[in-house]
């Protein structure tokens, strides 16, 4: 057994009240804000909660559910609900200035709105699915978009973003740098950034794409059929695991469940980060397989939330992400296959790491009774690498 380095939060914040931006954002009442957007996605529809017995039995745990993303509004991935909303919402403010009245968001569809949005430019840099689902949104609504790449981002993923029309600029060096292109050309062109990285007085739109995401945990509470008792989430800049533990947090206070963060090794910034009681940057070094998670500086806005309510950060080695990806493919259990990503499948790596390490899973307080919630956040996205890492 290895031994894995579980760091708890010790921050004199954990388990502060999430104050009104926070709320407004992550909080029990903000899928209502959402809602209000849905008439400019008809097509929405809820994803399912999937219990896994066999993998549960297997783990000696009373239950695993995992909230399967990989049909989200066909873009495979829950970001769909995150960059496609902060575009609508953005949009949606720009034709209202423009029109100098109200728009229902339902108008937004129409050829009149379409062709005033086409004067609004959209940007932002991506791992792949953020960048998927604002060029989804932009295509959707009318207006241009530019999204930046990095060289580590694969060839797969470039593609599935330039089928939505947008426009690619492939920048050198990691995710953080091609987030620093994106801002520095957004500006000087005059465009928005639709960023899912706060920095501190640059927090309104990401806190705008995170807001989206609370509408799969409006559907998660709506779905599972008893309370869980910890939550396994992917790390990255950390948005999505501060909407899980923030909202679970708003809604349960102190009986919500162990929240554990899961980061890939090679880029632990959440976890170095609690470890330091502060949030902190971390140098690029070897890329990871969880291409999706990586990432080497917290958000800020997101940060402030996790100090609230997460309990406990994880880094694990790719090899354990590659398991659970087939895992899920090939459960041995009787559990329904399902294809979820390498980045997706995160939260069952650490799952998995957690209990092949009898003091990490005595200190999270795993046993036969706990029901374990894990979040597939994203389906095959880059078809041909899911199927070398299948194949192992």
Not at 105 to 129: F, Q, W, Y
Not at 219 to 232: L, N, S
Request: glycine share 10%.
């Amino acid at each position: 057994m290895q031994t894995l380095d579980v760091v708890p939060n010790t921050s004199v914040h954990r388990n502060e009240k999430l104050d009104a931006a926070q709320s407004l954002a992550v909080g029990n009442g903000a899928p209502a804000e959402v809602h209000r957007f849905l008439g400019a996605f008809p097509d929405y529809a809820a994803t399912p909660l999937v219990d896994l017995p066999g993998l549960a039995g297997a783990l000696v745990l009373e239950k695993v559910s995992i909230k399967d993303e990989s049909t989200r509004y066909g873009l495979s991935s829950f970001k769909a609900l995150g960059g496609a909303y902060a575009v609508a919402r953005l949009v949606h403010r720009f034709l209202e200035e423009r029109l100098g009245r109200k728009v229902d968001p339902a108008e937004m569809l129409g050829e009149e709105c379409r062709k005033i949005a086409s004067e609004l430019t959209v940007c932002c840099a991506t791992d792949g699915n953020h960048g998927r689902s604002v060029a989804s949104g932009a295509q959707k609504f009318g207006c241009r978009c530019v999204i930046f790449l990095h060289s580590g981002v694969s060839e797969g993923r470039e593609k599935a973003i330039a089928y939505y029309g947008a426009e690619i600029r492939r920048t050198d060096g990691n995710y953080d740098d091609s987030v620093e292109e994106a801002d520095v050309t957004s500006k000087r062109e005059g465009w928005v950034t639709v960023s899912d990285f706060a920095r501190p007085g640059q927090e309104e739109v990401p806190s705008l794409v995170m807001q989206g995401y609370t509408l799969m945990l409006e559907e998660i509470h709506e779905q599972a059929k008893e309370p869980f008792t910890h939550v396994f989430v992917q790390g990255g800049v950390g948005g999505l695991a501060a909407v899980v533990a923030g909202n679970f947090l708003d809604r349960l206070g102190d009986q919500r469940p162990t929240l554990v963060v899961v980061e890939p090794d090679r880029a632990n910034c959440l976890q170095l980060s609690a470890k330091a009681g502060k949030r902190l940057a971390m140098e690029a070094g070897e890329p990871t397989v969880m291409a999706m998670l990586e990432c080497y500086e917290p958000s800020s806005f997101a940060w402030d939330i996790l100090e609230k309510s997460a309990d406990y950060f994880i880094a694990v080695e790719d090899s354990w992400a590659v398991k659970a990806l087939r895992d899920l493919a090939r459960p041995a259990h009787g559990d329904p296959a399902l294809t979820i990503g390498e980045s997706g499948g995160a939260g069952l790596a650490g799952l998995l790491a957690v209990l092949d390490d009898e003091e990490a899973t005595r200190k999270l307080g795993l046993n036969a009774q706990s029901r374990v919630l894990l979040i597939g956040t994203e389906g095959a996205t880059d078809p041909e690498l899911y199927q070398q890492l299948l194949a192992g």
